[in-house]
C-alpha cells in the first residue's frame, strides 16, 4: 500500500503541476515583495483561479527590501519551521538566491514538471539564473539590467553620440560640462554606497576589465592585475572629476533623482528607471536615451548585471501540483504580458517586440538588445557570503583608503574561505 502511495505522489509531481480535483479544494499561498503603481498579483490570481477551480490563492506581500525578504525565507525555511511546513507554497525570489535555497533543500525541484526547452523562451541571463546543478529550481518571471542612461539632448547639442568606452564617456562630461558652463551640472553617476548595488557596478567594471569575480575552476578574482584595474576604474571615475564624490554614499534612487532633475549628463541604472523618465511631467521626459554601459579601450561596451526575480516552490509544500501549477501560470506569457503593462518589464524575449507593448513602452526593443548581452551574478550558493565580504574592500577603493591592489589581495584572502566546501 505504501508504494502505491508513494507511486502515485511522484505521478502527481511529475504531472506539470496540473490542478486536483475540483472536489478536493485548497489553498495555495503567495508571498511576494509588495509591487508599487498599478499591482497586477490581484489580476493574475484571479485569472489563475477562473482556470483552477479546485485551488484558491492567498496573496502575502512582503516588504520591498530584499535583505528583509531574504531574511523572513530563511527564517521561515530553515530547521524546525522546515519540518512544519514554512506556511507558503511558491516564492518570489531575488536572482541572486536561487542556488543557496536550492542547495540548503528549500525548493522543490521543477525540473520534472517542466516541458522540454520550456525556460528558451526567457532571455538566457534569466534562464541561468534559475538553474543549478542542471536542474531548474525556479521559473523567471521579472528583469531588470544595468544599463547607460544619458541625456540625449545634451550629446545631441554637442555633437555627441553615446559613448562606447571610458574614455568617450570621460570627454563628453569635459566638453559638456566646459560648454554649458553649469556648476551643478554633474558628470556620471553610479552606485557607491556599500551594499549589494555596489557589487553590481564592481561586477560591471570587472566584466568590462576583461575578468570576473570567479574564475572557471572557481577561484576568486582570478586575474588579480585586471582587477586591481577594474576598482582603480572606479575610484578614477572621482578622482578625475568625471563622477561627483557623493557617489560614494549613493544608491540607485539617489542616482536616479540626480539624473532625472537634470543634475547629471550619465547614469548606471536599471530598466525600471526608463519609465519614470518617461512619466508625464518628468523634467526629464524625451530627452533620455539608453545605452550600453562604456568598456575599457577598444573592446566596445561592456555587459550589464542582471536583476529581478524568480518564482519558487517550496519543497514542503502539501499541495505541489497547485504550487507548480501557479508558478507555471505567473511565468507564462499571458501573465508576463500583464506584468509588462505595469511596474516591472518581463523576461520572456517575445513580448519585448509586442507591438501593444511597445506602444506603452517605446523603448522596450532596445532593453531586449541590453538585455541579450546581459550577465547574471555569480550563480553560487554562496553569493550572498560573497558580495557581503566583498563590499567594505569595494567601498575602501571607492572613498580612497585603500589601494585596489590591496583591496584585491584583502578580498582574495576572504572570499576563499566563504567559498569553501561548495565548489
Not at 150 to 166: E, F, I, K, N
Request: aromatic share 8%; charged share 20%; with cysteine.
Amino acid at each position: 500500500m505504501r508504494a502505491i502511495l508513494l507511486a502515485a505522489a511522484v505521478v502527481l509531481l511529475a504531472g506539470c503541476g496540473g490542478p486536483p480535483r475540483a472536489d478536493a479544494p485548497v489553498t495555495v499561498v503567495f508571498k511576494h515583495a509588495r509591487m508599487f503603481g498599478d499591482d497586477p498579483v490581484p489580476r493574475l490570481v484571479a485569472a489563475f483561479e477562473r482556470r483552477h477551480p479546485g485551488v484558491r490563492v492567498k496573496t502575502e506581500a512582503l516588504g520591498s527590501s530584499s535583505d528583509e525578504q531574504h531574511q523572513f525565507f530563511v527564517i521561515n525555511l530553515e530547521g524546525s519551521a522546515a519540518a512544519r511546513g514554512p506556511g507558503f507554497d511558491v516564492m518570489m525570489l531575488d536572482v541572486i538566491w536561487v542556488p543557496e535555497f536550492a542547495r540548503a533543500g528549500w525548493l522543490l525541484d521543477l525540473t520534472p514538471s517542466l516541458a522540454p526547452g520550456e525556460l528558451d523562451a526567457h532571455f538566457p541571463a534569466a534562464a541561468e539564473a534559475a538553474r543549478w546543478n542542471g536542474r531548474v529550481w525556479a521559473l523567471p518571471w521579472n528583469f531588470n539590467v544595468g544599463v547607460l542612461y544619458y541625456r540625449a539632448d545634451l550629446l545631441a547639442r554637442h555633437g555627441l553620440g553615446p559613448p562606447r568606452s571610458d574614455a568617450e564617456l570621460a570627454r563628453a562630461v569635459q566638453r559638456i560640462r566646459a560648454a554649458e558652463r553649469d556648476p551643478k551640472l554633474e558628470g556620471f553617476v553610479w552606485q557607491g554606497k556599500q551594499y549589494e548595488g555596489l557589487t553590481c557596478n564592481a561586477l560591471e567594471a570587472l566584466w568590462a576589465s576583461g575578468t570576473a569575480l570567479l574564475g572557471p575552476d572557481g577561484e576568486v578574482l582570478p586575474d588579480t592585475t585586471r582587477a586591481a584595474h577594474a576598482l582603480a576604474r572606479l575610484r578614477g571615475w572621482i578622482t578625475d572629476g568625471i563622477s561627483p564624490p557623493w557617489v560614494s554614499a549613493a544608491d540607485e534612487e539617489l542616482t536616479r533623482r540626480a539624473f532625472g532633475d537634470g543634475r547629471a549628463i550619465f547614469l548606471r541604472n536599471w530598466f525600471y528607471a526608463m519609465d519614470l523618465f518617461d512619466a508625464p511631467g518628468a523634467p526629464g521626459r524625451g530627452k533620455v536615451g539608453i545605452a550600453a554601459l562604456p568598456g575599457r579601450g577598444a573592446a566596445g561596451p561592456s555587459p550589464g548585471s542582471t536583476g529581478g526575480s524568480l518564482l519558487g516552490v517550496s519543497r514542503t509544500t502539501r499541495h505541489p501540483a497547485a504550487a507548480v501549477a501557479l508558478a507555471r501560470f505567473l511565468a507564462s506569457e499571458e501573465a508576463q504580458r500583464v506584468l509588462a503593462g505595469g511596474s516591472v518589464l518581463p523576461t520572456r524575449m517575445a513580448l519585448y517586440h509586442d507591438p501593444a507593448l511597445v506602444a506603452k513602452r517605446p523603448h522596450m526593443p532596445r532593453f531586449h538588445d541590453l538585455a541579450l548581452a546581459a550577465r547574471p551574478r555569480p550563480v553560487t550558493p554562496a553569493y550572498l557570503m560573497l558580495s557581503t565580504s566583498l563590499q567594505p574592500e569595494l567601498s575602501a577603493v571607492v572613498v580612497g583608503v585603500k589601494t585596489p591592489e590591496r583591496a584585491v589581495a584583502d578580498a582574495r584572502r576572504q572570499l576563499a574561505y566563504a567559498l569553501q566546501g561548495l565548489r
